[in-house]
C-alpha cells in the first residue's frame, strides 16, 4: 500500500464538498486562502441559479444567515419552482450587487424579518422562469411539443415516450434560450419541498466545522488589529503613549483610527496585550456625568411635556373625564446589548485598485458604501464577502466593526482583521433604547375600556441611521407598536417625545415592539383586572375585528388548558402580538420559589406567519425568539454610571442557561392570509406574558424590566 496523503476533516471536505448521505454544499470566500468558487455551468438565467454540466444547481443566496435559516428557506423557494433535485442542490451567498437589493428595504440588507416575505415571489419566478427555459431545451432536443414535457426531480420527462433528459444535459442547450418572463407559479397543492419540513442546509457545515464565520477569515499578510476606545459614550482620543504596547512580542503597529487607537499584531493574543500596555488619554465629552438614574429622571420630565401625535382616534380626553373608572400606570425599560455569540470582527483590505472586506454582516450595500468612500474607490471596487453569523439580532446591521478594520489597513497597507473581546462588544454597543411609557385609560360601568392614552418618551435608532425619514419630530418606527395597539377602543391618543440620551442605540431583535408589547400587554392586564375579568377573555372580547390576533389568542389558550387549574406551585400569564405582519400569543407557566426567583417551566407559542416555507424554521424561530426575550425580561440590563457600562461580560449580564430553558410548544396556524416573517415576532409577548403570571401567582404588577427577583 502507498503511504497515504494527510488530509483534514475541513480540506476533505471542501475538496470533495460531500457532507452527509448525498447532501453538497460549496461555500466559498473570494480571495481567502484555501476555498474556490463553485463551478458557474453553462446555465446561469438570472442572479440566483446556476447549473452546470455536471449535474451541479447552485443556488445563490442573498441574505445573511445568522442562525435563522435564511440559507435553506430561500433556496427552497427557488428549488421548489425550478423541480430541482434537493439532493443536488449546493449555496453560495452572494456578492453585494445590485441583483441582490432587498426590495422591502431598498439596500441589500437582512433585518426586519423580510428574508422570505421579500424573496416569496421574487425567488419562485426565477425558479420558474429557469424550470420553463430547461424544459424548452428539452422539447427542443426532442423536437417536440413543449406541453408534452414536464420537468421533475432536476429533469426533463416526455410525457408520451417516457424519455428524460437531466437538467445538466440540458444546461448547455437553455443558456441560449430567452429568459420568459411572467412563468406561472405552481399550484401550493402541488409543493414538493415548500411547507415541508426540509433539513437546514447550513447544519452539518457547522457542526463538522467546516462553516467559515467572520472570526475564522484568514488572509496572506494579514494582521489582527484591536481597538482602544474611549469608555465613555461620544469621548475622543486626547493623546496617546504606545512605547510600551510596541514592546510587546508580535506587535506590529499602533494606529489612530476614528474610533480609538488600533493595535495591530500577528495575532489576537499580542494585539490584545499591546491594547491593554497602551497609554491613553481620554477626553471623555459631554456624557461624562450621564447615569442611569439622570436619564431615568430625564424620561420622566419629558413624558410630562406634549408629544408628536402618533395616533388620535375619537375624543380621548373627553372618554377619560366621563369614565367609570380610570386606571393610570408608568412603564420604563432598560437599555439592553445585543451580545451576539460570535463577538464583532471584520477583515478588509484596502489597495489604491480596490477594496476587499469579510465580513459577518447584515448590510451589504452599508459596507460596500463605506468601503468606497474610506478606499477612495467607486463602489463596484469595493468586494464584500458575506460570511456565516454567528448571530445578527440587528447587531450586525452596524457599519462600526467594519469601519474600524477599513480604517486600520488603509493606514498599514495591509489586511487587517478587527477582533472585539466580549467586553469590547458588551461595552460599546448599539443599545436597544432605554424608554419611558405614561398610560391611562378609562372604562365604563362594565369595564370596557372607552378612551386610552400613550405617551412614549425614547431615543430614536432613525434619526441615527435614517435621519431622512424623522420628521417634524415624528419617529414611525419608534412608535410602531404603540400605534398598531390591536384592541377595540374608540377613543385612542398616542404621542412620541424623542428623548436623546446620549447612549448609542440600534436596531435589537423586534426593535420598538420589544418595549410596546411590554408595556401594552401588561397595561391591558391591568385594566382586566380592573375590570374583574379574566385576562384572555377580557382580551378576546376586545379582538374580534383583529381576527388573526384573535385566532393566535385563542390557539394558544386552548393549547396551554387556560381556564383549567395550572399544575400546583405555577401561574399562567397571557400575552398576543402582531409583528412584523405576523401574529403570536404565548401562555407561560411560572413559578416563584422562596428566594423570589421566578422559574418560567413552560411556553405554549401560536403562530399565524401566513404561508409556511418551512415548519422546522417558524418552529425554531419562535423557540429562539422567546429565549432570547425571556433572558432580557429576567436579566437584561445596560446600567450607566459617568457615562460609562457597567457590565461587561457575562458574570454581569446574564444569559438563560441550559438548565433554565422551560418546555416550548409552538402550534403554526394554517393560514393563507399574507405572509409575515418569523426571526423576530416571537420575541415580543414573552416579557408581558411572564409579568402578567407573576401578578397572577402574587398581586404584584411589574411596570420596570428586568424581572430580578420578585419581593
Known amino acids: 500500500m502507498s503511504t497515504p496523503t494527510r488530509v483534514t476533516r475541513r480540506e476533505f471536505l471542501e475538496t470533495a464538498g460531500v457532507v452527509g448521505a448525498g447532501l453538497v454544499i460549496s461555500f466559498y470566500l473570494p480571495g481567502a486562502s484555501r476555498l474556490r468558487a463553485a463551478p458557474m455551468g453553462p446555465f446561469a438565467p438570472n442572479a440566483w441559479v446556476r447549473i452546470g454540466a455536471d449535474e451541479s444547481v447552485l443556488l445563490m443566496v442573498d ?9 435553506t428557506s430561500l433556496p427552497m423557494l427557488l428549488a421548489e419552482e425550478l423541480e430541482a433535485d434537493w439532493t443536488k442542490v449546493r449555496i453560495e451567498f452572494a456578492p453585494a450587487a445590485k441583483e441582490y437589493i432587498n426590495p422591502l428595504f431598498g439596500m441589500q440588507g437582512t433585518g426586519g424579518s423580510t428574508s422570505v416575505r421579500a424573496g416569496w415571489m421574487p425567488l419562485r419566478k426565477a425558479g420558474a422562469a429557469a424550470r420553463e427555459m430547461l424544459v424548452a431545451a428539452a422539447a427542443q432536443t426532442w423536437k417536440v411539443n413543449k406541453s408534452e414535457c414536464r420537468a421533475e426531480r432536476g429533469a426533463v420527462v416526455h410525457g408520451p415516450t417516457k424519455r428524460r433528459l437531466t437538467y445538466g444535459a440540458l444546461a448547455a442547450t437553455a443558456a441560449t434560450l430567452p429568459v420568459p418572463q411572467d412563468v406561472p407559479l405552481k399550484d401550493p397543492k402541488d409543493w414538493k419541498i415548500l411547507g415541508t419540513r426540509v433539513r437546514r442546509l447550513d447544519t452539518p457545515p457547522k457542526v463538522d466545522g467546516s462553516a467559515q464565520f467572520g472570526i475564522d477569515v484568514k488572509v496572506p499578510g494579514m494582521l489582527v488589529a484591536v481597538v482602544a476606545r474611549c ?7 486626547a493623546s496617546f503613549d504606545a512605547t510600551k504596547a510596541q514592546a510587546v512580542p508580535g506587535v506590529r503597529r499602533v494606529v489612530q483610527i476614528s474610533s480609538g487607537v488600533a493595535v495591530l499584531a500577528d495575532g489576537y493574543w499580542p494585539a490584545k496585550q499591546g491594547r491593554d500596555a497602551l497609554e491613553v488619554k481620554w477626553d471623555e465629552g459631554p456624557n461624562a456625568g450621564v447615569t442611569s438614574g439622570s436619564i431615568s429622571r430625564l424620561f420622566a420630565q419629558r413624558a410630562d411635556q406634549p408629544g408628536v401625535v402618533a395616533r388620535h382616534d375619537g375624543d380621548p380626553a373627553a372618554g377619560l373625564s366621563t369614565a367609570a373608572l380610570r386606571v393610570e400606570a408608568p412603564y420604563e425599560l432598560p437599555f439592553l446589548a445585543h451580545a451576539t455569540m ?75 482583521k478587527v477582533v472585539w473581546s466580549r467586553e469590547d462588544d458588551i461595552q460599546h454597543d448599539l443599545y436597544r433604547p432605554a424608554c419611558y411609557h405614561r398610560l391611562a385609560a378609562g372604562l365604563d360601568a362594565q369595564g370596557i375600556p372607552v378612551a386610552w392614552t400613550h405617551q412614549i418618551v425614547a431615543p430614536s435608532i432613525m434619526t441615527r441611521v435614517f435621519p431622512q425619514t424623522v420628521k417634524n419630530g415624528l419617529d414611525e418606527e419608534a412608535v410602531e407598536g404603540g400605534v398598531g395597539m390591536p384592541y377595540g377602543i374608540p377613543n385612542v391618543h398616542v404621542s412620541y417625545v424623542l428623548t436623546d440620551t446620549g447612549i448609542p442605540v440600534g436596531f435589537w431583535r423586534s426593535v420598538n415592539n420589544s418595549f410596546h408589547a411590554f408595556v401594552v400587554e401588561s397595561f391591558v392586564d391591568e385594566l382586566a383586572h380592573a375590570a374583574k375579568r379574566d385576562p384572555y377573555e377580557y382580551r378576546r372580547d376586545l379582538l374580534t375585528k383583529a381576527p388573526r390576533h384573535l385566532g393566535v389568542l385563542n390557539l394558544a389558550a386552548s393549547k396551554a388548558g387556560w381556564g383549567t387549574a395550572p399544575p400546583m406551585g405555577r401561574s399562567r400569564g397571557i400575552a398576543v402580538w402582531k409583528a ?55 436579566w437584561g440590563e445596560i446600567t450607566i454610571d459617568k457615562g460609562r457600562v457597567q457590565q461587561s461580560n457575562f458574570p454581569d449580564y446574564r444569559m438563560l442557561k441550559m438548565a433554565e430553558m422551560p418546555e416550548i410548544e409552538v402550534h403554526i396556524v394554517a393560514s393563507s392570509d399574507a405572509q409575515g416573517g418569523v426571526g423576530e415576532p416571537g420575541t415580543p409577548p414573552i416579557a408581558p406574558a411572564v409579568c402578567n403570571a407573576i401578578f397572577a401567582a402574587t398581586g404584584k404588577r411589574l411596570r420596570k424590566l428586568p424581572i430580578g427577583k420578585v419581593t
Open 63 to 71: 441574505r445573511s444567515e445568522m442562525g435563522q435559516g435564511v440559507t
Open 231 to 237: 469608555p465613555v459614550f461620544g469621548g475622543k482620543v
Open 342 to 416: 460570535e463577538p464583532m470582527n471584520c477583515t478588509a483590505h484596502v489597495r489604491p485598485d480596490g477594496v476587499d472586506i469579510w465580513a459577518p454582516t447584515q448590510f451589504q450595500t452599508g459596507a460596500q458604501g463605506i468601503g468606497a468612500q474610506i478606499g477612495g474607490v467607486a463602489p463596484d471596487k469595493v468586494k464584500v464577502h458575506t460570511t456565516y453569523l454567528g448571530g445578527g439580532f440587528g447587531r450586525r446591521f452596524e457599519l462600526d466593526f467594519i469601519q474600524e478594520a477599513l480604517e486600520a489597513s488603509k493606514a498599514t497597507g495591509a489586511p487587517v
Open 580 to 634: 412584523f405582519d405576523s401574529y403570536v400569543a404565548q401562555v407561560v407557566e411560572i413559578s416563584i420559589n422562596g428566594d423570589g426567583e421566578v422559574r418560567v417551566h413552560r411556553v405554549v407559542c401560536a403562530v399565524d406567519c401566513g404561508p409556511v416555507v418551512n415548519p422546522d424554521t417558524v418552529e425554531a424561530q419562535m423557540q429562539s425568539g422567546i429565549v432570547y426575550g425571556l433572558t432580557a425580561a429576567l
